[in-house]
Nanobody
Framework: VQLQASGGGFVQPGGSLRLSCAAS???????MAWFRQAPGKEREFVAV????????DYADSVKGRFTISRDNAKNTMYLQMNSLKPEDTAVYYC???????????????????WGQGTKVTVSS
């Protein structure tokens, strides 16, 4: 499976962006997640969505502002980001895995498939 992330850009604080992650194959039985890495920092978990799309989890820092979703018919995952803050500035990566266990879903090292990243800059 190959993943292609897109939708990043420059936005002012309080603005919105929608990221997309398109998969080259069927990913309906994959966990899919977003991680981000800010300059000089380690990659961190942002959000994850289970195979069915009915169960989602978020990092505390984005809860209530970001929404993860997926369209299994299109093999695509999304991240709607609202009320963006300068601290959201990072390269955002999408990830997928079909063998991950539920308790490991927050940890980057358990995902085998990664997109190339899309840069989000929040600044006035």
């Amino acid at each position: 499976v190959q993943l292609q992330a897109s939708g990043g850009g420059f936005v002012q604080p309080g603005g919105s962006l929608r990221l997309s992650c398109a998969a080259s194959g069927r990913v309906s039985n994959y966990y899919m997640a977003w991680f981000r890495q800010a300059p000089g920092k380690e990659r961190e978990f942002v959000a994850v969505i289970k195979r069915s799309g009915f169960t989602t989890d978020y990092a505390d820092s984005v809860k209530g502002r970001f929404t993860i979703s997926r369209d299994n018919a299109k093999n695509t995952m999304y991240l709607q980001m609202n009320s963006l803050k300068p601290e959201d500035t990072a390269v955002y990566y999408c990830a997928a895995d079909n063998t991950i266990i539920h308790s490991s879903r927050f940890q980057a090292e358990h995902y085998d498939y990664w997109g190339q990243g899309t840069k989000v800059t929040v600044s006035s």
